[in-house]
């Protein structure tokens, strides 16, 4: 698994990872991003549960 991360001073980051047959590509501002307590919370959710917590922001742009 291939990531690159590009950052720019105003705080947006360009995130492409890639297992050299598929790529996912993540642009983000820091609004976009939650306090790291939140994170691991919602990393655990999805990983025992398969959803994060309820009470936790989220959400999926597709």
Do not use: Y
């Not at 698994?1 to 990872?17: D, K």
């Amino acid at each position: 698994m291939a990531q690159t991360w590009l950052v720019s001073s105003e705080g947006r980051a360009l995130a492409l990872v890639s297992n050299a047959e598929r790529a996912m590509v993540s642009l983000l501002d820091d609004e976009d991003t939650v306090p790291l307590a939140d994170a691991l919370r919602i990393v655990a959710g999805v990983v025992e549960a398969g959803t994060p917590p309820a009470d936790v922001a989220w959400c999926v742009d597709r």
